[in-house]
Each structure stands twice: as structure tokens, then as C-alpha cells.
């Protein structure tokens, strides 16, 4: 079955600081993968995905890129802020054939906390 | 546009009590989930609905869970009776599925105490 790990929180950094959120995946078929956040109180927003190898997805100044050869989706950000402080979640999916529509798994989650 | 809806925000219940979620998908989103998320750990999909149809169910517990999805819009997630693990929130996503990869929008989420 598919599963995804992720590093494992809470990682505390200083403002600017460079982050980076590991994440690995297991799947039989040919994912897409996803990074969702969470900030306290609000549902889960998708932040960037990327859908086939090498592609690199990027939003809001965080990127990551599909790497197949590693099964690896690590999210990197190049200077964090305090807004970015939230729960960061690492999802993959397969598109069943025909409906389109598709189950997505998710990593447990990685806590931010981004201290000014 | 309005996000995908869910009421009540919290609810605090005694075990053995039953109690209900609704979920209010995004407006022509024909696809609506139902997952479970537990105090630190990511969300797992407990059904999946296709318009009405309920297409996969393998992981809500029948023996005490039920869900409706009543002409195809708003849903409904029922727990009888409740069980102190059930305490998690639950969430409700909807999504437009086509040809491609549609994006899952997801509400805010219930908070369920079971005390």
C-alpha cells in the first residue's frame, strides 16, 4: 500500500532561517505528491504539488521537488517568517482510472515554530 | 466563493451518545470525503462520495458510523454511539473530478471531545 513518512516534529527555527521538511513516500503506481498546510484553527489549504517526476512545485516562496529516483518530496524554504508557523503535511495520491477523482495519504505532520 | 462548510466547529459528548458532523461541499464539487484526524497524525480518509454514491467505505467502522450524502450536495457523518477514542477531528474535503487531477478543498474541521 502507499504511505509517506516525514520528519518528524516540532522543528523551531529563527526568523530567516532556512527550512527544510524531509519527506519520503512508498507507492505502487506513479503519484502525485502534495505538501498541505495547516494553520492553528483553519482546515488544511494545499500549498504546492507536483505530479510527475523531476517536476518541481513552489508556492508562497516554499519549493519541492518530485525526485522518483529517491521517492523523496523534501518542502525547502529559503527564509522562513513567523506567519509561516503551522502544521506542514506531506500527501500523495493516485488517480483511479476514469472517475478522476482520487484517495490522498498523508505523512503525520511536521509542527513549525517560527520565533521572531 | 464560499469554502467547504462544516458545523458544529466543536462538540463535547458523553460516551455512549450519538452525534452528527455536516459538511457543505464547495458548489459543484461533485466529490465529497470524510476523514479523521487524530491528535498528531495526518488525516485518513474514512468515505468517499461520487455525487450520491457512497464509493469507497472500507474504512468507516459500519458497526457505529454511518454517513448520508442526500442528492448529491451536503453530507452528513454519524457516530452511534460514541466511544472515548473517537475523540479527533473530523474533517469533510470536496473536489470537482474530472478527466485530471482536481484539488481537494478541505473545511475547517470538528472538534470531537468524547468525555
Known amino acids: 500500500g502507499n504511505s509517506v513518512t516525514q520528519m518528524e516534529g516540532p522543528v523551531t527555527l529563527s526568523e530567516e532561517a532556512f527550512l527544510t521538511i524531509n519527506c519520503t513516500y512508498t507507492?505502487?503506481?506513479?503519484?502525485?505528491l502534495f505538501w498541505y498546510v495547516q494553520y492553528p484553527g483553519e482546515g488544511l489549504q494545499l500549498l504546492l504539488k507536483a505530479t510527475k517526476a523531476d517536476d518541481k512545485g513552489s508556492n508562497k516562496g516554499f519549493e519541492a521537488t518530485y525526485r522518483k529516483e529517491t521517492t523523496s518530496f523534501h518542502l525547502e524554504k529559503g527564509s522562513v517568517q513567523v506567519s509561516d508557523s503551522a502544521v506542514y503535511f506531506c500527501a500523495l495520491s493516485d488517480v483511479y482510472s476514469g472517475a478522476g477523482s482520487y484517495q490522498l495519504t498523508f505523512g503525520k505532520g511536521t509542527k513549525l515554530s517560527v520565533i521572531p | 466563493e464560499a469554502g467547504v462548510v462544516q458545523s458544529p466547529r466543536y462538540k463535547i459528548i458523553e460516551k455512549k451518545q450519538p452525534v452528527a458532523f455536516w459538511c457543505n461541499p464547495i458548489?459543484?464539487?461533485?466529490?465529497l470525503y470524510w476523514y479523521l484526524q487524530n491528535l498528531g497524525q495526518g488525516p485518513e480518509l474514512l468515505i468517499r462520495?461520487?455525487?450520491?454514491?457512497?464509493?469507497?467505505d472500507s474504512q468507516l467502522p459500519k458497526d457505529r458510523f454511518s454517513a448520508e450524502r442526500l442528492k448529491g450536495v451536503d453530507s452528513t457523518l454519524k457516530i452511534q454511539p460514541a466511544e472515548l477514542g473517537d475523540s479527533a477531528v473530523y474533517l469533510c474535503?470536496?473536489?470537482?473530478?474530472?478527466?485530471?487531477?482536481?484539488?481537494?478543498?478541505f473545511g475547517p474541521g470538528t472538534r470531537l471531545t468524547v468525555l
Open positions: 458548489s459543484g464539487h461533485n466529490t
Open positions: 474535503a470536496s473536489s470537482f473530478s474530472g478527466e485530471s487531477y482536481n484539488e481537494q478543498f
Open positions: 462520495y461520487e455525487n450520491e454514491e457512497a464509493v469507497d
Open positions: 507507492a505502487t503506481g506513479y503519484p502525485s
